[in-house]
């Protein structure tokens, strides 16, 4: 069973007031710190999806998006169509979440051995991020994936089909959207 990594990493990043994914936390940049933690996670091949900027990314294939403007949904569907035939699920992460942790990924894909076909990661019983999608729903994600919707449409229309995965102590959740997120040096 093959389990991909997709980083969105798209954005312009309006209300932080440059792309996010270059910015630095700890002297790295926040879509490299999302790439690890898929590899980190055991997802081969890691995509990251691009747009507002170009980026170039180690140990990652960048695919862009044109449509990157009109939001999430379309990034996600890039980074879905993206993944080659022998990939069975994709396991997809923000680049503006930097304190994820590879045990969040590593509970999804034991969730996809398993047998779930949509595994959310929740923090205090809340759902969050990274979720995996498996390949036999990605046609259905991805039409309802537009504007600044992810897979939350899916995953709202379709309950039965999504498995809830404990992530406490893996990580936070906490997203990057202004620069006071961040620790000051």
Not at 42 to 50: D, T
Not at 96 to 102: A, F, L
Request: overall charge negative; charged content about 25%; some cysteine.
């Amino acid at each position: 069973m093959s389990v991909a990594g997709v980083v969105l990493a798209a954005g312009e990043g309006r209300r932080f007031g440059r792309p996010k994914a270059v910015v630095e936390l700890d002297g790295q940049r926040l879509v490299d710190r999302a790439v690890r933690v898929l590899r980190d996670g055991a997802c081969e091949p890691v995509v990251v999806v691009a747009g507002a900027i170009p980026l170039e990314v180690d140990d990652a294939e960048v695919v862009h998006n044109d449509a990157w403007a009109t939001g999430l949904g379309s990034s996600l569907r890039t980074g879905l169509a993206a993944l080659g035939p022998e990939v069975d699920a994709a396991v997809v992460a923000l680049a503006d979440q930097p304190w994820i942790g590879p045990d969040a990924v590593r509970r999804l894909r034991a969730a996809r051995r398993d047998g779930a076909v949509v595994a959310a990661a929740t923090y205090r019983g809340r759902r969050g991020n990274p979720v995996l999608i498996g390949r036999e729903v990605w046609s259905q994600v991805s039409k309802l994936a537009v504007d600044d919707v992810g897979a939350r449409a899916f995953m709202a229309a379709h309950p039965d089909q999504v498995t809830e995965v404990a992530c406490d102590g893996t990580g936070r959740p906490d997203d990057v959207d202004h620069p006071s997120d961040l620790p000051q040096p």
